[in-house]
């Protein structure tokens, strides 16, 4: 009968062993669960602040440097310049009003026969120098050959500033005696002298062309 108790006794600790066990895994498990969902929660916060940053309109466009406003000290915009661009330039001036070809008291340079000769058979960057003189103006090149023939006169005096600027257009640098050369050959004029020589004796013939008789070579 002793025996039996002191058996007895020994096999309650073990039963309060595993419950006491069993509970303490309980709470762990617990433990374990709520701070998962503590950080589920965490990662969940976190993706609605993504989701609200991602949705945010940009109100404001985003513009390049050269486009956006200079600040002064005292805190004022100024708006920067528009940049003229040399094909801005180019476009303008060949979308400008057509030219205007009138009759004077010479003869059109197309019913002069050997000018006419001249004229079919120039080079496109030839008559472009003729053009530029006879127009002031850069043209359209396939128009160059029909303008030339039309010319008949400079339609104002020597006093005029039109007359002016096309004298300045021959005496710039850029316009070298050989290009002013390759002009008076077009219109049969002589292309003897200097620069200066050729530029009075081009723009004197130009106020009143004329016939030189020179017969079409066949």
Known sequence: METEENGS???????????????????????IGKDEEKQNTSY????????????????????????????????????????????????????????????????????IPFIEHKISRAKPEDLKLLYRVL?????????HRKHIRQFSRFPFPKTDEE????LEILKKLSFTK??????????????????????DRLMEWLEKPADSGRNVPK
């Not at 006794?9 to 762990?28: A, F, G, I, M, Y």
């Not at 050989?178 to 530029?199: T, Y």
């Open 44 to 111: 969940e916060q976190d993706g609605e602040k993504d989701n609200k940053y991602e949705e945010e309109p940009d109100d404001e466009p985003q513009v390049g440097m050269l486009e956006r406003p200079l600040i002064i000290e005292d805190g004022k915009k100024r708006e920067r310049k528009k940049v003229e661009r040399m094909s801005d330039i180019m476009k303008e001036s060949l979308d400008a009003k057509p030219v205007e070809i009138l009759e004077g008291k010479g003869r059109a340079l197309g019913d």
């Open 9 to 31: 006794n020994k096999e309650e600790p073990l039963s309060d062993t595993n419950e006491q066990r069993s509970s303490e895994k309980e709470d762990h498990d617990e433990s």
């Open 163 to 166: 007359y002016k600027k096309r």
């Open 178 to 199: 050989n290009m002013i050369q390759h002009c008076c050959e077009i219109i049969d004029v002589p292309r003897s002298g200097n620069k200066e020589e050729l530029i």
């Open 135 to 143: 127009f002031r103006k850069p043209g359209k090149q396939l128009e």
